[in-house]
Each structure stands twice: as C-alpha cells, then as structure tokens.
C-alpha cells in the first residue's frame, strides 16, 4: 500500500481555504474506511481554481494503523482524489470537463509511476508528454456519478445520479462531470475502488 507523510487530522487552515474557494466543494461520501487526511490547492493570478481532498484509508479490518515518526503520524494514503475546479481553470481549448478529467488523471497516474528517468531531463520530459497524449486520446466513455443529497434536515431527500464521462488508464481509472457550475473529478486506483464508497457528497 502507499504510505504518505502527514498529520492524521486535517489541517485547520484547510477550513479558511475551503471557505475562500466556496462552494460547492465535493468530497466523497463519509464511511467507516475513510478519513480526511487534508487538501491542496491549485491557484492562478491570485485565485482558487483548484481544491483536491486526500483520505486516508483503513484496512479490512478497519484500523487506520497510524504510526509516530519524526515527520509526524504516518498513515496509508487513499490511492483516489475528489477534484473540484472552477470551469476553465486548466486553461485548455475545448471541453473544459474533459481537460480537467486529462489534467487531473495525468498528474495522479505520474506521481504514482516509477520512472526509469531523471526528473527535468529531455527523456523524463519526452516521458510526461507521452502519457499526457495517450490519456487526451483515450476511449471516453458514459458514466455516472451519485451525489448524496440527503441531511439531518431532509434525510428523504433521494440521490442525484450524473451524467459524466470515464477514462481509464492502466490502474486509474477518472470521472469527470459538471454539478452546479463546477467540474468534479473521481480519479482512483482499482485496486482502492473496490474498497470503498465512491459516491460524492458535497463537502460545503
């Protein structure tokens, strides 16, 4: 499993940048096997385009299994990520969905590749620009994703299921669609999907 650095509680920055970004802001829905590990930001010109919420997961058994180290409490990291972007923040031509889905999948199967390359040199470049393209040309094809509606308030309130595309590459798999003027992106590994709940909520 992947291991990663970091507190086992969020940051309590990540509130004031949440509440900066506004919402909506999506995350997937609460269950036993997962607990927010915190979020990062992708920002232009002084703006928020970008906010990506990390989770950590339990084993079978449901334990956490966070460990001390001198980094602080280590955990196993969520190979998945919600992504919520204003529409157009990639910057890209055409459909703004399907570049954020591109963007998003391309970064997250390249963090977790081994690459036989030096960063920064021409092949490592050559590398990235080469997964970049295929995943830009890959079968799209109709998915769905399920939006949890209900609260305390209307908890007979039924779930909203969307329209959304899929790519899949290697052991990643993204979904991409646009709720209420903003572009949500599921990009996980398999082997975690099989884990847990995929459905989204929204976070505020």
């Not at 997250?108 to 995943?135: C, F, K, L």
Request: charged residues 25%; proline residues 7%.
């Amino acid at each position: 499993m992947w291991q990663s650095d970091g507190a086992s509680h969020p940051d309590p920055h990540d509130e004031e940048r949440l509440a900066e970004f506004g919402p909506p802001i999506f995350g997937f829905v609460p269950q036993p096997r997962l607990r927010e590990r915190g979020w990062s930001w992708f920002a232009r010109d002084g703006l928020t385009l970008e906010a990506q919420a990390h989770y950590w997961l339990a084993d079978p058994n449901g334990d956490f299994a966070f460990r001390d180290s001198p980094l602080g409490q280590l955990g196993t990291e969520l190979r998945g990520y919600v992504f919520t972007d204003v529409v157009g923040s990639t910057g890209r031509r055409g459909n703004p969905a399907h570049s954020a889905l591109v963007q998003h999948l391309d970064s997250v199967v390249g963090n977790h590749q081994r690459s036989r390359y030096e960063p920064g040199t021409p092949q490592w470049m050559d590398h990235g620009e080469s997964r970049r393209t295929a995943i830009d040309r890959a079968p799209v094809e109709l998915a769905t994703l399920t939006l949890i509606t209900a609260t305390a308030a209307e908890p007979a309130t039924p779930d909203r299921s969307v329209r959304a595309v899929a790519v899949t590459t290697g052991d990643f798999s993204a979904t991409t669609t646009t709720i209420d003027g903003r572009i949500v992106t599921v990009v996980i590994h398999h082997a975690d999907r099989d884990a847990i709940d995929i459905r989204l909520t929204r976070r505020m």
